[in-house]
């Protein structure tokens, strides 16, 4: 019998070929372009998930090893292994929440070798891929990242995965669970280092569905339940909204937490609002509003790492809040209201606000409220944002990219 072919989706395939082949099994690298369209990270994604099922499309493949350090490459990878639906296992990130997305997904091993498996899943046919992600598991995904205190960039990466499957209800289901899931360990806490992710999981117990994973049925791989982790500060993400206006964002809140207001001081560029912090000319006070860094303007979906940087080395993380229509920087406990929708690229509220507008985010009713008139910001001309052309790939995307809470793929 021929050694099953495996697909190791992976921009570091060393170790893992070797490993596969002590395994018995053949491993077949993609061939993918070295040079990336600039953009940010949902564009990356896409780019990625393009590239990869286009080079598997070509092999003669039994199963997928999926593996990625980075959250945009990794669920690229996802997105490709779902168009080919061979059998997949995905190899353990090292962000945490993101393992634990993935291992509710069903993709991720929480005890075997992952080598070992999937050589082992090509050999009996095991489960595909569209069998065990679906509705309940992505529910379950959903719970376990944000007992993790995931960001919103795993909750884009999840909306697109389930786009792919043609999930309906969706983004109904990300506004009732996120929201009422609470941060229950911190990745570096005592607690998860002794329990990790399977027993995160196990703690969670009855509030997961019982759904297929590459092991077997997801309860029967948890090990028992482990003691309650401490209190944390309750940490979680909520949605507000303007009434009037649609406009609709997500806040990072504790518990003792009940608005956020300041002075908007408006920039509709990373590199720009970042400047202004590094030359002093934000005060606490303000609040620091960045367009243009959304799915369309970006284009695809900016997370403002420079700017967060910015902030800290100017003793002002914590205490200047941030709303745009981006991302926050990853992993981050401080104060953004970020996915900012309709993002400024589509001429909504954000690209009309002005420096010296007041803004309050009212987290005990979800409310956005502003001190400007409905009919004069309705009269305001928007932000006109430089947008690509041509036929590139940046470009098309830009021209057709979907709301970050759709998944922020292609239209």
Known sequence: ??????????????????????????????????????????????WVADAA??????????????????????AGLVLASLRLNLPTVAHPPPDASLFAALAALGLAPLAADPAELVVEVAENDGARPRKLVEDFSLANALRAAYSLGAGPQTMVHLAAIARELGSLGFDQMLRVLVPETTLLAEPGSPWFEEHGVAGLLAHLGQTLHETWTVEGGLREVLPSAPPAPPTSDESRLIFVRGRASG??????VTASDEEITGECRVHYSEDSAA???????????????????????????????RLAEALRESGLEGSIPVMTDGLP??????????????????ESVIGRLRSGDSLRMDLLEGRIRTGVKAGELEGRKPYELPRPTGASYAARYARSALPALEGAGFG
């Open 275 to 305: 400047r202004a912090v590094e030359e002093g000319s934000i005060a606490p006070g303000s609040l620091l509003v960045v367009g243009g860094c959304g799915p369309r303007g970006a284009p695809g979906l900016s997370r403002l790492d």
């Open 1 to 46: 019998m021929p050694a099953p072919r495996i697909g190791v989706l992976s921009t570091d395939v060393s170790d893992l070929a070797d490993r596969i082949r002590e395994m018995g099994g053949e491993p077949v690298p993609p061939i993918l372009p070295s040079a990336r369209p600039k953009g940010g990270i949902a564009l990356a994604r896409e």
């Open 329 to 346: 920087p990853r992993e981050t406990r401080e104060t953004w209201i970020s996915l900012v929708s309709p993002e400024a690229a589509r």
């Open 53 to 74: 099922h286009i080079s598997c499309s070509h092999e003669r493949l039994d199963a997928l090893l999926v593996a990625d350090e980075e959250p945009e490459d990794l």
């Open 247 to 252: 406009t609709e964002a997500l806040c990072r």
